[in-house]
C-alpha cells in the first residue's frame, strides 16, 4: 500500500476544465463524477452543476482529453474544453494602437467605444476547408485532383451554411423561451381538443367529432412538442443505456410510456371503431410543465450569478496613460499629454489620469491632493469616500466628481477586483459538506424510484389491467424529484453568496459560508481589525538633551528608517513626516512584531539604530527602558548605538482609534452567543485600553505562535474558533483557525490563508457575515428536509398505495407537482437575497 501512495505521487497528473451542457439536476452531477472517477488514469474529478463544468485531474499516459469526453458524452451530456473562467474588460475591446496623443487636462473626453478598434475573429471557412483547398507543391496536380478538391470545398461549404442555418434555428429563431411558449400554447390546444370542449360544451369543427380523426391530430401536435423537448429524451435515455439513470430518464421513460400507450389506443381505435382514452395531452402537458420548471430554475440561477457578479463587471476598457510624466512635477495640468492603452499593459509606477464619473482601471494610490470615491463595489457601501494624496484607489471603483492623476500601484491580474473575481469563481466551484451529501442520495435516488415504478407497474397490470399499470408507472416517475434535492444546497450557496457580495463580503468556498454557523467562539486581533489602521502622531517625548535632536529631527530619523517596512506604524510615521527628504538607508533588518535595526548615511557618516518597542531594545541591545505609557497609545523607541553602547534618543506616540460601530458590533455577536476575545501582540497597556472600551476579555504580547497555540487551545475545549485579522504576524493563527475572515486591506498572507475577504471598513458587516451563515444553513435544512418529505409523502400516492382511499394521482398533475417542488426550493433559497 505505501509503494503505491510513493508510486501516485511520483505520476505527473495534467488537469483539464470541461464545459458541459445538459445537466439538469444534481443526479446529472453525480453519476458524471462517478462515471469518471472509474476510469482508469483519472485521479480526481468535480463537477459544478452552478456554472456547468468539471474540473479532471488525470494521468495523461493512461487516458487523454478525448477519452474524458467520450466517457461524458455516453451519458448523454455534451462536453467541450474550456478556460478558466475569467472576467473580461466592459464591452470587451481591444485597445488600438492608436499613438495620438491628447493633450490639455481639462478639455480631454471621456474615450468612447467608437475611437476604440475592435477586432473581430470570425472564420471565413472551416479548418478542413482550408486543409483541402491548400495548393500541392507539386506542379503537375491533375484536373482530377483539383475536381475533387473542389468538390470537398464545395461540400464543407454547403455543411457550414447548414450548420449556421441550423444554429440560427436552433438558437435564435427557436430559442428555449420560443420552445416554451409554443410547448405551451399546443398543450393547451391538445387540451382543448382532448378534454375542455367535452366538460364545458365548446364547438369543434364538424371532422373532430370522429375519435380517430381527433386523435391524430392530437398525435400530430404531441410529435411536435415531443421535438420541442427532444433534449429531454436525448439526454435521459442516453443515461439511461449507460445504466446511470436521471431525472431526464424518469421524464423520458414516463412520457414515453404514456405516448406508446395512446399509439396503440389510436391503432385499435382505428381498427375496430371502439373508443379507448388517449394519453397525448398528458405527455404534452408533462413536457411543458418539466421545460417551464427548468426555464424558471436556469432563469433564476443566472439571475444570481449574474448579480453576484454584476458588481465586479465595473471595469474601464480603457485607461488614460501620461505619457509625460515630468510635466507633473511642472504642476500644469494643460501641459499633460495622454493616450488610451489597455489596463493590462500599464505596469507599476505609470501615471494615469482619470476622468469624472469613470471608473479607475486598475489599483493606485491618488497623486492629486484629493478625489471623492464610489466604493460600493468593493464595500456594499454607496456613501461617497473621501480619499487624500496617496490613498490607495481600487479598479472598479467610481470618481465622482473632479479629474484626477493616479500612481498605478499594483497590475491588473494583483488588483483587488481581480481577487475578488477570483474568490467568486471559487465559492462557484465548490461544495458545501452538506452538498456532498445530497450527490450521494442523488446517485441512487434515480435507480430506486425506477424501480419502485416498476414494480408499481407489474402490480397493477396484474390486478387491474395495461392502462392502470401504464398511469401508476408513469405517476411514480414523475412525481420523483431530484432536482429538488439536489438543487437544495448548491441554490442557497448562490443566492447567500451573491447577497454576501453586495454586502462587501466574499467567501472562498461553499463551506466556509456554511460552517460560519457553528462558530460560537470570536478571536480578534487588535490593530487595523479592531482599532484604525492609520494611527496619527499624538506625542513625541526627547529623552536625550545632550544629542541636540530636536522633535523634527527625530522624527525625520524614525521616517528614514521606517520607510522600508510596510507595517501600519512604520507607514503612520512616514506619513507624519511631511519634509520629503530622507537619510539614505544603507541597510535594514526587521523584527517581526519588534521593530528595525537600521544604518542610516547621514552627512557622509554611517550610523546605527534601533526603532521599536521596549522587547527589541532589550533583546538586540540589553538596554532596558523605563516606559511610560499614555492611555491609548502605542509608544515606538528610538535608540542610536554608538560603540556598542545605547543611547536612547526618544519616544514617538501614536494613537489608535476604534474603528466605526466597533462597540456596536461586539455587542451584537455577544448577543447572539458567541464568545469574543483580543489576540495581540501590543502591550497590556494598549490592549487593555481598547479591551475595557469592548468590555471583553483579551491576550496582549502575543507572538504569531501564541495566537496559534491559543485558539488550538479554544478547539481542544470544544469551541469552533473564528479568527478575525489583517497582518503577516496573524497568517498562522487565520490558518489554524476553523474560520478565518481577513481584512482585504491586510497582508497578501493573510488573504492567501483566509477564508472569507471583507472589503468593507464598517465592522456591522461581520455581524451580517455570521447571520448570513447561520440563515444560509437554515435555509439549506428547509429545502433538504421539504424534497425529502415531499418525496416521502407523494411516491407512495403516485404507486396507488392510497387508490382504495380514493387517492391518486394522474401523470399530468404530478409533473406539474415535480416541477413545483423544484421551483419551491428554487423560491425558498432566493430569500436569502432579500435578506436584512
Known amino acids: 500500500m505505501q509503494s503505491k501512495e510513493t508510486h501516485t505521487k511520483d505520476i505527473d497528473f495534467d488537469s483539464v476544465r470541461l464545459g458541459i451542457s445538459g445537466m439538469r439536476c444534481a443526479s446529472c452531477s453525480a453519476s458524471i463524477e462517478n462515471e469518471l472517477r472509474k476510469k482508469d488514469g483519472i485521479q480526481e474529478a468535480n463537477v459544478y452543476i452552478l456554472n456547468n463544468t468539471a474540473v479532471i485531474k488525470f494521468n495523461k499516459e493512461q487516458c487523454d482529453i478525448d477519452s474524458i469526453i467520450s466517457c461524458i458524452e455516453s451519458l448523454g451530456f455534451k462536453a467541450t474544453p474550456a478556460s478558466k473562467p475569467t472576467f473580461s474588460l466592459a464591452n470587451n475591446t481591444s485597445i488600438s494602437n492608436n499613438s495620438n496623443q491628447i493633450k490639455g487636462s481639462f478639455t480631454l473626453k471621456p474615450p468612447h467605444a467608437d475611437s476604440v478598434n475592435k477586432i473581430s475573429f470570425q472564420n471565413s471557412a472551416s479548418i478542413d476547408t482550408l486543409q483541402n483547398t491548400k495548393i500541392p507543391n507539386s506542379t503537375k496536380t491533375t484536373n482530377t485532383e483539383s475536381t475533387k478538391i473542389t468538390e470537398k470545398t464545395t461540400q464543407n461549404t454547403q455543411k457550414n451554411l447548414f450548420q449556421r442555418l441550423n444554429n440560427y434555428v436552433e438558437h435564435t429563431l427557436l430559442n428555449d423561451k420560443r420552445r416554451l411558449s409554443l410547448s405551451i400554447i399546443l398543450s393547451l390546444i391538445i387540451l382543448y381538443l382532448s378534454m375542455?370542449?367535452?366538460?364545458?360544451?365548446?364547438?369543434?369543427?364538424?371532422?373532430?367529432?370522429?375519435?380517430?380523426?381527433?386523435?391524430?391530430?392530437?398525435?400530430?401536435?404531441?410529435?411536435?412538442?415531443?421535438?420541442?423537448?427532444?433534449?429531454?429524451?436525448?439526454?435521459?435515455?442516453?443515461?439511461?443505456?449507460?445504466?446511470?439513470?436521471?431525472m431526464d430518464s424518469l421524464v423520458s421513460v414516463g412520457s414515453l410510456s404514456g405516448f406508446l400507450y395512446s399509439c396503440f389506443s389510436l391503432y385499435q381505435m382505428w381498427n375496430t371503431s371502439n373508443t379507448n382514452h388517449l394519453y397525448f395531452e398528458s405527455v404534452c402537458i408533462i413536457l411543458s410543465f418539466v421545460m417551464l420548471?427548468?426555464?424558471?430554475?436556469?432563469?433564476?440561477?443566472n439571475k444570481a450569478i449574474k448579480n453576484a457578479k454584476a458588481l465586479l463587471q465595473r471595469q474601464s476598457n480603457v485607461a488614460l496613460k501620461i505619457i509625460n510624466t515630468q510635466a507633473l512635477y511642472l504642476?500644469?495640468?494643460?501641459?499633460?499629454?495622454?493616450?488610451?492603452?489597455?489596463?493590462?499593459?500599464?505596469?507599476?509606477?505609470?501615471?494615469?489620469?482619470?476622468?469624472?464619473?469613470?471608473?479607475?482601471?486598475?489599483?493606485?494610490?491618488?497623486?492629486?491632493?484629493?478625489?471623492?470615491?464610489?466604493?460600493?463595489?468593493?464595500?456594499?457601501?454607496?456613501?461617497?469616500i473621501r480619499k487624500e494624496k496617496t490613498e490607495q484607489l481600487f479598479a472598479g471603483t467610481l470618481n465622482l466628481d473632479t479629474p484626477i492623476i493616479a500612481c498605478v500601484s499594483h497590475t491588473l491580474k494583483d488588483?483587488?477586483?481581480?481577487?475578488?473575481?477570483?474568490?467568486?469563481?471559487?465559492?462557484?466551484?465548490?461544495?458545501?459538506?452538506?452538498?456532498?451529501?445530497?450527490?450521494?442520495?442523488?446517485?441512487?435516488?434515480?435507480?430506486?424510484?425506477?424501480?419502485?415504478?416498476?414494480?408499481?407497474?407489474?402490480?397493477?397490470?396484474?390486478?387491474?389491467?395495461?392502462?392502470?399499470?401504464?398511469?401508476?408507472?408513469?405517476s411514480t416517475l414523475l412525481i420523483s424529484c431530484p432536482c429538488a434535492l439536489g438543487l437544495a444546497t448548491p441554490m442557497a450557496i448562490l443566492f447567500a453568496n451573491a447577497r454576501a457580495n453586495t454586502l462587501g463580503i466574499f467567501f472562498?468556498?461553499?463551506?466556509?459560508?456554511?460552517?460560519?454557523?457553528?462558530?460560537?467562539?470570536?478571536?480578534?486581533?487588535?490593530?487595523?481589525?479592531?482599532?484604525?489602521?492609520?494611527?496619527?502622531?499624538?506625542?513625541?517625548?526627547?529623552?536625550?538633551?545632550?544629542?541636540?535632536?530636536?522633535?523634527?529631527?527625530?522624527l525625520h530619523l524614525a521616517a528614514s528608517i521606517e520607510v522600508s517596512s510596510n507595517h501600519i506604524i512604520a507607514r503612520a510615521i512616514c506619513n507624519s513626516f511631511e519634509d520629503t527628504g530622507l537619510y539614505k538607508q544603507i541597510e535594514s533588518k526587521q523584527y517581526m512584531n519588534a521593530g528595525i535595526e537600521s544604518k542610516l548615511l547621514i552627512d557622509s557618516k554611517e550610523r546605527m539604530f534601533l526603532i521599536g518597542n521596549a522587547k527589541l531594545l532589550k533583546d538586540r541591545a540589553g538596554f532596558v527602558v523605563t516606559e511610560e505609557f499614555i492611555e491609548g497609545c502605542v509608544c515606538v523607541y528610538i535608540a542610536e548605538i554608538v560603540q556598542n553602547e545605547v543611547i536612547l534618543l526618544g519616544h514617538i506616540y501614536l494613537a489608535e482609534t476604534l474603528k466605526p460601530h466597533a462597540q456596536e458590533m461586539i455587542q451584537e455577536l455577544q448577543k447572539s452567543g458567541f464568545n469574543c476575545e483580543i489576540l495581540s501582540g501590543d502591550t497590556k497597556e494598549n490592549v487593555g485600553y481598547i479591551a475595557k472600551m469592548l468590555q471583553i476579555p483579551y491576550q496582549a504580547e502575543c507572538l504569531p505562535e501564541d495566537k496559534m497555540r491559543h485558539i488550538?487551545?479554544?478547539?481542544?475545549?470544544?469551541?469552533?474558533?473564528?479568527?478575525?485579522?489583517?497582518?503577516?504576524?496573524?497568517?498562522?493563527?487565520?490558518?489554524?483557525?476553523?474560520?478565518?475572515?481577513?481584512?482585504?486591506?491586510?497582508?497578501?498572507?493573510?488573504?492567501?490563508?483566509?477564508?472569507?475577504?471583507y472589503?468593507?471598513?464598517?465592522?456591522?458587516?461581520?455581524?451580517?457575515?455570521?447571520?448570513?451563515?447561520?440563515?444560509?444553513?437554515?435555509?439549506?435544512?428547509?429545502?433538504?428536509?421539504?424534497?425529502?418529505?415531499?418525496?416521502?409523502?407523494?411516491?407512495?400516492?403516485?404507486?396507488?398505495?392510497?387508490?382504495?382511499?380514493?387517492?391518486?394521482?394522474?401523470?399530468?398533475?404530478?409533473s406539474l407537482a415535480m416541477s413545483l417542488s423544484s421551483i419551491s426550493v428554487v423560491g425558498n433559497a432566493s430569500r436569502l437575497y432579500r435578506v436584512k
Open 196 to 246: 375542455l370542449h367535452d366538460m364545458f360544451n365548446l364547438p369543434l369543427p364538424q371532422v373532430l367529432y370522429n375519435p380517430v380523426y381527433n386523435g391524430m391530430i392530437q398525435l400530430f401536435i404531441t410529435l411536435y412538442v415531443m421535438h420541442f423537448g427532444r433534449n429531454i429524451y436525448f439526454h435521459g435515455l442516453k443515461a439511461l443505456f449507460a445504466l446511470r439513470p436521471n
Open 293 to 301: 420548471g427548468k426555464f424558471m430554475e436556469e432563469n433564476a440561477k
Open 415 to 474: 488588483s483587488k477586483i481581480s481577487k475578488m473575481q477570483t474568490l467568486l469563481e471559487q465559492t462557484l466551484e465548490s461544495k458545501a459538506q452538506i452538498a456532498k451529501l445530497a450527490d450521494r442520495i442523488s446517485l441512487i435516488f434515480v435507480p430506486v424510484v425506477m424501480l419502485l415504478a416498476i414494480c408499481s407497474g407489474i402490480f397493477w397490470f396484474i390486478f387491474e389491467g395495461l392502462e392502470s399499470a401504464m398511469l401508476y408507472f408513469a
Open 712 to 757: 488550538e487551545t479554544l478547539q481542544n475545549q470544544g469551541h469552533k474558533v473564528i479568527m478575525v485579522g489583517d497582518g503577516v504576524n496573524d497568517s498562522i493563527a487565520i490558518a489554524k483557525a476553523d474560520i478565518s475572515l481577513v481584512m482585504a486591506s491586510g497582508s497578501e498572507v493573510s488573504i492567501e490563508y483566509g477564508h472569507i475577504v
Open 508 to 554: 472562498k468556498n461553499a463551506q466556509s459560508l456554511e460552517n460560519l454557523s457553528k462558530a460560537d467562539y470570536i478571536v480578534f486581533d487588535k490593530t487595523g481589525t479592531l482599532t484604525q489602521r492609520d494611527f496619527h502622531l499624538h506625542k513625541i517625548i526627547l529623552k536625550n538633551k545632550e544629542s541636540n535632536i530636536d522633535e523634527k529631527e527625530l
Open 331 to 384: 504642476d500644469n495640468n494643460d501641459a499633460l499629454e495622454v493616450k488610451e492603452v489597455s489596463p493590462y499593459d500599464l505596469k507599476i509606477g505609470d501615471y494615469i489620469r482619470i476622468l469624472p464619473h469613470s471608473f479607475i482601471p486598475i489599483d493606485s494610490t491618488l497623486y492629486s491632493v484629493e478625489a471623492s470615491v464610489d466604493e460600493s463595489m468593493l464595500s456594499g457601501e454607496s456613501i461617497p
Open 759 to 814: 472589503f468593507r471598513d464598517d465592522l456591522l458587516g461581520i455581524v451580517e457575515a455570521l447571520q448570513l451563515g447561520k440563515r444560509t444553513l437554515k435555509n439549506i435544512k428547509q429545502n433538504l428536509g421539504f424534497a425529502f418529505i415531499y418525496n416521502i409523502i407523494c411516491i407512495p400516492i403516485a404507486m396507488g398505495l392510497f387508490s382504495s382511499f380514493g387517492i391518486a394521482l394522474n401523470p399530468m398533475f404530478a
